[in-house]
């Protein structure tokens, strides 16, 4: 079975200007979360996606942050425009089943450094 | 509000050597208790995954442990080697399976 993908795995950027991050969870997975981890900091959850629908982005940073995940499938994070305390290592992860307590598999993270 | 604890945050020990990692929570609310490992560059791989309704939970060399009444779950590593050489992190799972994490043991095992 494969696990959860991500790219690209390192991006360097400069302030003010926009990236985006892709995901593919595993395989018929429900759910799927894309969380920041800021150097020598645990996990933070951004957004968590059911289907292609929003269960909790309260911790997003609307004014420059963006997810969407088309199809159920898929998902991308999008900032614009980036600052410096952007950079971090964005993990996505995915989980089987709709809500209920699960374990997650994550990807190996995309590293985004902004200078 | 959520708040998980991990002490210490680094952690340098001789191979062969037991040892515990801790973890504490604020909110005992839990569903499970799991403990993932993080290897440089790589994502998060799951170690053990404790029930609320558990007390421990064991896997080869690693013991999990789990105090709803306290807050508190430990990670014990018996004849600790150079390859579990990791951060070890502890998430609290609540409702809706949302996950709050600690901010990782950095554990060194010199050869």
């Known amino acids: 079975e494969a696990g959860v993908a991500q790219s690209p795995r390192y991006k360097i950027i400069e302030k003010r200007q926009s990236v985006a991050f892709w995901c593919n969870p595993i395989?018929?997975?429900?759910?799927l979360y894309w969380y920041q981890q800021i150097l020598g900091q645990g996990p933070k959850l951004l957004i968590q996606f059911q289907n292609n629908g929003v269960v909790d982005d309260s911790q997003l940073p609307k004014d420059r942050f963006s997810a969407e995940r088309l199809k159920g499938v898929d998902s991308t994070l999008k900032i614009q425009p980036a600052k410096l305390e952007d950079s971090a290592v964005y993990l996505c992860?995915?989980?089987?089943?709709?809500?209920?307590?699960?374990?997650?598999?994550f990807g190996p993270g995309t590293r985004l450094t902004v200078l | 509000k959520q708040e998980v604890t991990q002490i210490p945050a680094a952690l340098s020990v001789p191979e062969g050597e037991n040892l515990v990692l801790n973890c504490s929570f604020t909110?005992?609310?839990?569903?499970?208790l799991q403990w993932f490992r993080q290897d440089p560059g790589k994502g998060l791989t799951s170690l053990l995954l404790?029930?609320?309704?558990?007390r421990e939970q064991t896997s080869g060399r690693l013991n999990a442990s789990l105090d709803k009444s306290s807050g508190r779950s430990t990670l014990y590593i018996a004849a600790s080697q150079p390859g579990d050489s990791a951060t070890y992190l502890c998430?609290?799972?609540?409702?809706?399976?949302?996950?709050?994490f600690g901010s990782g043991t950095k554990l060194n095992v010199k050869p």
């Open positions: 992860a995915s989980s089987p089943r709709r809500g209920g307590p699960d374990t997650q598999y």
């Open positions: 998430a609290c799972v609540y409702n809706f399976n949302k996950f709050y």
């Open positions: 909110d005992s609310a839990i569903y499970n």
């Open positions: 404790i029930q609320s309704s558990q």
């Open positions: 395989s018929g997975h429900a759910t």
